[in-house]
């Protein structure tokens, strides 16, 4: 489903969420196409990225160098063309804090900025899609939260910070931009197939809506969760673009599905999760959900990646690794 980004301190484990989203139909724009990295091979696929964390003279650290990626194959590569530690919106150098990354969630393209400042996308065993120059508005790309759908063949690019500006979502095969979502709207990622972008938005005292809007930005369906969805985040939307999931974590773990269009709970399946706190939450089949489970354990980050069976409750493990010691933040795959 949405190829949320997990951004996990490597000292202090948290995670970025995008803040805000962003719509006004905008024309669409073509980017340029480049040839392939010979670090990809088209069999393998990115586990997730990292960048290095450095020490600062009086203490505390700051990232540095280039992002990394770490592939399923235990294969380590650089993105040589991608900007590191972010650039403020006048261009110059932040200095601290990394630049806006994404890894899609079949692991096979990453969006990020380039070190010229274009937002563009790479392919394992393919090529780059640079956007157009102004495909974005001018803002710190810190400010920035890019999310890709689950097959990376959509890209939403969240502008928050002190002034925040509607989401732009992208096709990135083509770079043309397809729609724009308002920035009042908390965008939490795409649905299952990637055709909806899902949000939500605070409605009256103490109630936030879940809102469905389509890749051109208009608003499909909304609706006032229970809860038990609203208070257990994060949430994800299937591929029908109606069915909410949400993962109740604890001794008394439980998966919980929502129709927006029936207002009601579809479904309650006790759960037997692995330990460390739930970060991201994907659709990634008609019946199947994906959970990362990240926890802080003797000076490293383990990740734990379960697949949960709507129907039945039955968790498998999918994958298990630990971060490279050494990393700043780090951006995993999303399903």
Not at 136 to 156: C, H
Not at 186 to 204: H, I, N, R, Y
Not at 230 to 243: S, Y
Request: net charge neutral; with cysteine; hydrophobic share 35%.
């Amino acid at each position: 489903m949405r190829a949320k980004i997990l951004v996990v301190m490597a000292t202090a484990l948290a995670l970025s969420w995008p803040a805000t989203a962003h719509a006004e139909p905008h024309g669409s724009h073509s980017g340029s196409h480049t040839g392939s990295h010979s670090g990809f091979h088209s069999g393998d696929t990115i586990r997730y990225a990292s960048i290095k964390s450095c020490p600062v003279k009086g203490g505390g650290t700051r990232a540095c160098g280039d992002w990394r990626l770490v592939m399923h194959s235990g294969e380590r590569t650089t993105l040589p063309d991608a900007q590191g530690v972010a650039r403020e919106a006048d261009g110059s150098s932040n200095g601290y804090v990394p630049a806006a990354i994404a890894v899609s969630g079949n692991g096979r393209r990453v969006a990020y900025f380039t070190k010229k400042g274009r937002l563009a996308v790479r392919t394992l065993g393919g090529g780059v899609r640079q956007f157009a120059r102004d495909a974005l508005p001018k803002a710190a790309q810190y400010e920035v939260t890019l999310l890709l759908s689950d097959d990376g063949a959509r890209l939403a690019a969240v502008i928050g910070g002190e002034r925040p500006a509607d989401t732009r979502v992208f096709d990135t095969a083509t770079g043309d931009l397809l729609g724009t979502i308002p920035d009042e709207v908390s965008v939490l990622g795409f649905s299952g197939d990637g055709d909806e972008v899902f949000t939500s938005v605070p409605a009256d005292e103490s109630v936030t809506d879940l809102v469905v809007h389509g890749l051109t930005g208009e608003e499909l369906r909304r609706a006032t969760p229970p809860q038990v969805i609203e208070a257990n985040v994060p949430q994800a939307l299937a591929a029908d673009g109606r069915t909410v999931a949400s993962l109740v974590t604890g001794s008394k773990a439980e998966l919980v599905t929502y129709d927006m269009d029936g207002d009601q709970i579809t479904g309650r399946k006790k759960v037997r999760l692995p330990a460390g706190d739930l970060h991201m939450l994907d659709w990634t089949g008609e019946t199947q959900v994906t959970a990362h489970l990240a926890g802080h354990s003797s000076g490293a980050t383990r990740v734990t990646i379960v697949q949960i069976d709507t129907v039945t409750g039955q968790v498998r493990v999918r994958d298990r690794y630990t971060v490279l010691r050494d990393s700043y933040v780090f951006a995993a795959c999303g399903g």
